[in-house]
């Protein structure tokens, strides 16, 4: 089934650790993003990739790196995990990058940092 | 710069009643998106709709039905005769044209909607 895989689905992480999220789609979609779910602030983007070989920031990057090596990963590292990083965390692709794209979403991570 | 107000933090209502889920949307672009995406309990986003800024019509699809205004900057979704299953967070985003940074979403807080039996 076409679609985006995340993996871990949930992570206890203590803090100070790195971790990285992983993100795979096979739907050759240009745009790849990772957005945060917190509880009454909806979902916040962290950062952006419009085409592979390219990245950015977005609402909220501090604390957060990611890579576009290819079309088809997007992973998201915690260089240094805090407890503020405890979200569930989503990826999502779109096909381009206009308005109008509609983004496909993974099933999402759910990570705690105690 | 772009925000979306979802004022109802939380709904509650009894099978087969109709429920509306407000939107606002704030934009100072003229070329805009308005979507909305359903987020049940398993949590995966599902998308639902999207309206473009120069399409007013409302639309319905089954029990679902959404009213677009744009003299009250408004992206209103009904769900009728709900059921059980319709429980779920809804989230409704705004996407204006690209700019320097390309695509960018603007989702509100959410709504989370339960429906009793």
Known sequence: IAGITQAPTSQILAAGRRMTLRCTQDMRHNAMYWYRQDLGLGLRLIHYSNTAGTTGKGEV?????????????????????????????????????????????????RLTVL | AQKVTQAQTEISVVEKEDVTLDCVYETRDTTYYLFWYK?????ELVFLIRRNSFDEQNEISGRYSWNFQKSTSS??????????VDS???????????????QNFVFGPGTRLSVLP
């Open chain 2, 75 to 84: 992206f209103n979704f009904t769900i009728t005769a709900s059921q059980v």
């Open chain 1, 61 to 109: 990057p501090d604390g957060y790196s990611v890579s576009r090596a290819n079309t088809d990963d997007f992973p998201l590292t915690l260089a240094s995990a805090v407890p503020s990083q405890t979200s569930v965390y989503f990826c999502a692709s779109s096909e381009g990058t206009s308005g109008a794209n509609v983004l496909t979403f993974g099933a999402g991570s």
């Open chain 2, 39 to 43: 987020q049940p309990p398993s949590g």
């Open chain 2, 88 to 102: 779920a967070v809804y989230f409704c985003a705004l996407s204006e044209a690209p700019g320097n940074y390309g």
